[in-house]
């Protein structure tokens, strides 16, 4: 089935910024997301580089097969 489940440009982000164990996308560079957080003069902005979040059964025009499949049991 062409998912994102399935896509060699998915894969579950378990280190970084993210590492929400959630699955991203890595087809294209992360980009660049502003947060803001507080400080004790007030509040500054910092930016933060981001991969698209995708769920299992996304798809996209980008699919790219996995070169040796195998079966996710990530739910």
Known sequence: M???NSCIH???DL???QASGGMVCR???PIAVPVTVPTATGVTVQ???VFPPVKDGSRCGEFEAMRNPTVRDDH
Do not use: A, K, L
């Open 2 to 4: 062409s998912t994102c």
């Open 15 to 17: 280190q970084g910024e």
């Open 27 to 29: 087809r294209y560079p």
């Open 10 to 12: 998915s894969t579950i």
């Open 47 to 49: 930016i933060h580089s």
